[in-house]
């Protein structure tokens, strides 16, 4: 675990071996009411909760439509092989007050593996429209939308794999 704290930032990271939900939780909400209880918070301008998953597949060749839901699709008229790319959406939640921008690229690795990141950062659109004291609430809440959404991005063969690790 890793609390970062600047002029106007507070950010909790957790890194591998990554907890469950109910073990990331309570660091969040204890640096949360740390921060609370030495100064005065006065709005939110921004409040986010990002998960960067790194998916490694053993497979020397990938369809990408074998393992997400979320790929970029390549016309019929283009090479099918890619070598490289990027693809992203952001999406509304919560009448436009929050969005979900998601993204998934492959990364490098110099033994061969093929290695894709899917990120999915939730967080609030519009300044000042969380009240202080429902910080923590819209955290869970937000924490609901992203499983919902890494859901979406994955198919069954996928999620299969994650069981077994």
């Not at 030495?38 to 986010?48: F, N, Y």
Request: hydrophobic content about 40%; proline content about 6%.
């Amino acid at each position: 675990m890793l609390v970062q704290i600047g002029p106007r930032l507070l950010v909790i990271n957790a890194l591998k071996p990554y907890p469950t939900w109910q073990g990331f939780k309570p660091h969040i909400e204890r640096a949360w009411q740390s921060l609370q209880n030495v100064l005065e918070v006065r709005g939110l301008e921004r409040i986010g909760l990002r998960y960067i998953n790194r998916i490694e597949l053993s497979a020397q060749r990938v369809e990408l439509g074998d393992y997400f839901e979320f790929y970029p699709y390549v016309g019929q008229r283009l090479s099918q092989e890619m070598v490289s790319f990027i693809t992203g959406a952001e999406f509304p939640y919560a009448d436009d007050r929050d969005h979900c921008r998601v993204q998934l690229a492959p990364t490098p690795d110099p033994e061969g593996r093929k290695i894709f990141l899917l990120d999915i950062d939730y967080f609030l659109a519009r300044p000042r429209t969380v009240e202080i004291m429902n910080a923590l609430a819209w955290v869970e809440e937000a924490h609901s939308r992203v499983e919902d959404v890494f859901e979406g991005c994955i198919k069954d063969h996928l999620r299969a794999m994650f069981k077994e690790i």
